[in-house]
């Protein structure tokens, strides 16, 4: 019996598009799926098979999206190095929102976006005007990449205007909001040493999810943050220590779910929500308590050099938003203790005889 051939290209197959094309699709177990260029064989063909063996979707994947569609902008996006120098959980983002305005907009080309057709479109969001302005941004991301791959000479979202948001962005808790939080779950919860948690560390929620007794030495906690790669080191406070303290030695994980499961970013950041919740404050979030810290250290006097070491931000430029509140603040007072000081002055004045001019004039004239 004659032996078959055996298949120079393992989990490659043949099938027909929508209008009856023959493609070349690669599947494998372990690896995205994705659509070959080129002829079976052909140089091009092997070199996409190649990359799509390694598990690199991004460059195989490219070509079964029509030229100049935002599915095929976001694709060709995917392999840019700028893409790949983003941090894994701004790619998981970022990728996110690709994906929702893939699923609506895909086969749309940028050739034919139009100022009111990007209006038209955010306007779909304007119930949540931080959801509408993120939408701008990603179409002036798109737009602009779109621009260097020549699709078009202009960026259409010029002239589309933001949607007015909270200048401050979330909530930044009071100190009265931390007392109530701690009085209602108790010093000795798995809330309150969240809380504490990120107050003193001003780690983001993927980063204080990650905390273990392995992040503390000679009194001092560090770690590494997950979306900038800035270096956090600092001195443990008393308030830290004391919810730390209970915990046993050998646990890897400060916060864990039940049967001691680590964390996911965004598991955590529900359930610190709904802590808030059960607290009274709904209004609060995780986010909003690495806030409260930078503001505690403005408060102190801390320098914006210092209070991007406690954000673990690498450029001083968030940090200056706290120390200008702060600087606001302190000038009002001591512009309203300047006001008050001269109006005591002007009630004091023209006590004493001889420093008063009306008194001396009048003195003056009985004498002539």
Excluded at 79 to 100: C, H, V, Y
Excluded at 140 to 159: E, H, Q, S, W
Excluded at 251 to 276: E, I
Excluded at 348 to 356: I, W
């Amino acid at each position: 019996m004659k032996r078959r051939a055996q298949n120079p290209f393992p989990g490659v197959t043949r099938v027909f598009d929508r209008h009856g094309k023959a493609r070349w699709r690669f599947r494998m177990k372990g690896r995205p799926s994705a659509y070959l260029p080129g002829e079976y064989g052909s140089e091009e063909f092997r070199q996409a098979y190649s990359q799509a063996a390694k598990g690199d979707p991004a460059e195989t994947s490219v070509r079964h999206h029509q030229h100049g569609t935002f599915d095929w902008l976001i694709e060709h996006y995917r392999r840019t190095p700028r893409w790949k120098k983003l941090a894994p959980i701004s790619q998981k983002n970022l990728g996110n929102e690709f994906d929702r305005f893939s699923r609506e907009y895909g086969t749309r080309r940028l050739s034919t976006l139009r100022q009111e057709h990007v209006e038209a479109i955010i306007a779909k969001k304007a119930d949540s005007p931080a959801a509408a302005n993120r939408l701008l941004k990603l179409l002036r991301r798109l737009a602009l990449f779109g621009i260097k791959k020549g699709l078009r000479t202009d960026d259409p979202t010029i002239g589309a205007e933001r949607y007015k948001e909270n200048p401050d962005g979330f909530h930044t808790w009071t100190e009265d909001e931390i007392q109530k939080f701690e009085e209602h779950h108790g010093i000795a919860s798995k809330a309150v040493c969240a809380l504490r948690l990120i107050l003193n560390t001003g780690a983001a929620r993927q980063d204080v999810a990650a905390l273990g007794w392995q992040n503390v030495r000679d009194g001092r906690i560090s770690y590494r943050r997950k979306k900038t790669g800035g270096e956090v080191d600092l001195p443990m406070l008393d308030e830290l220590i004391e919810v730390l303290r209970p915990l046993p030695a050998d646990r890897m994980l400060f916060l864990t779910h039940t049967g001691d499961r680590p964390y996911k970013a965004t598991t955590f950041g529900n359930w610190f929500h709904d802590q808030c919740v059960a607290a009274g404050l709904p209004h609060c979030s995780s986010h909003g308590l690495r806030k409260a810290g930078a503001t505690r250290l403005a408060d102190a006097g801390a320098s914006e050099l210092e209070i991007m070491a406690f954000l673990g931000h690498r450029t001083p430029d968030e940090a200056r938003t706290y120390v200008k509140k702060f600087n606001r603040k302190r000038l009002g007072d001591t512009g309203m203790e300047k006001v008050a000081r001269a109006k005591s002055e002007q009630g004091l004045s023209n006590r004493v005889t001889r420093l008063d001019i009306r008194r001396r004039k009048t003195m003056k004239r009985k004498d002539i």
